[in-house]
């Protein structure tokens, strides 16, 4: 069985923390890109309940009969 070489062998320690503190910003970035537009669809929702509920649900009218 032939000896594969190391995939690390060239990558230096100084090397690796920069790629871990790359990956660890762009995880940051995109968790605040989700929250930030989490937010927008809260409060769109927000905003129609909100509008729903003074406004009265669309229902509609219920014949009467006066006696």
Do not use: C, H, T, W
Not at 30 to 52: E, N, P, R, S, T
């Amino acid at each position: 069985m032939a000896e594969r070489p190391s995939r690390f062998q060239d990558v230096k320690p100084v090397d690796a923390l920069g790629k871990l503190s790359e990956r660890a910003r762009a995880s940051r970035y995109g968790g605040l890109a989700i929250a930030v537009v989490g937010f927008i669809v809260l409060a769109i929702l927000a905003g129609f309940l909100f509008k729903m509920v003074v406004s009265g649900v669309n229902a509609p009218e219920v014949p009467r009969v006066e006696l």
